[in-house]
């Protein structure tokens, strides 16, 4: 597997990315199961681009003595599609999805010669909370949000639970058409190691697991269609 922990398949880092993806998928449901005469004007897909922040994470010991996976930044793309229950309240189903390439940095210093070319598909159910309402023509909003990413590359794949928070602006030029700026942060969890015993006064203690993160984050721009 070209980005895991030699031990990574784990049940609980197994069960958390299951929890990411049912999460994703229920913001889909969500988003798509409204009754039409509630519907009107309150749904908006808005297909994206951007660039994405690749990041990097440490790995276990192994052969070909890589230290680091360091994944490069890169153009990103997808769509949302968001639905608006609420004045200031929106939940909408996210795909972003980043090819790029991946490399290892090696103990001894340089970069491992080869590059591996991957993918990272993100899945991600987002609440948003805008600032006004939503039939101002200019609407600055935040957002937080769970899911998946699906990163594959070389044959192999893996999906790992991951969240994301940021926040943007959309400006309406007309009731049905607009334009979305945002950034965001959006960490992908790896795995887990340990990060030593801690003990309370009373005596009881127990193991602290160090989390790795491959940190993310993107800045895309898109149209919105309104329907």
Not at 10 to 32: E, I, K, P, S, Y
Not at 198 to 205: F, L, P, Q, S, V
Request: aromatic content about 16%; overall charge positive.
């Amino acid at each position: 597997m070209f980005f895991a922990h030699t031990r990574a398949r784990t049940l609980t880092r197994f069960l958390t990315a299951q929890f990411g993806c049912q999460v994703a998928l229920a913001f889909a449901v969500l988003t798509l199961c409204v009754c039409p005469s509630q519907a009107q004007q309150r749904f908006e897909l808005q297909p994206f681009v951007g660039y994405k922040y690749g990041g990097g994470a440490d790995v276990a010991g192994n052969a070909l003595g890589i230290q680091r996976i360091n994944i490069d930044s890169s153009v990103a793309y997808g769509t949302t599609l968001t639905f608006n229950p609420a004045e200031y309240l929106g939940v909408e189903f996210l795909w972003n999805r980043q090819p790029t390439n991946a490399s290892g940095a090696l103990y001894t210093g340089g970069t491992y010669p080869q590059k591996i070319g991957a993918t990272l598909d993100q899945y991600h159910g987002d609440f948003l909370f805008s600032f006004v309402g939503h039939e101002s023509k200019v609407e600055p909003f935040v957002l937080f949000g769970v899911g998946a990413t699906d990163m594959h590359g070389s044959g192999s794949s893996t999906t790992k639970f991951s969240w994301a928070v940021g926040g943007g602006v959309k400006y309406f030029v007309s009731r049905h058409v607009g334009f979305r700026i945002q950034a965001r942060y959006a960490p992908t969890y790896l795995y887990s190691t340990s990060g030593g015993v801690w003990c309370n006064w009373w005596g009881y203690c127990w193991v602290v697991p160090n989390d790795h993160f491959l940190h993310q984050g993107d800045v895309t721009t898109g149209l919105i269609l309104r329907f």
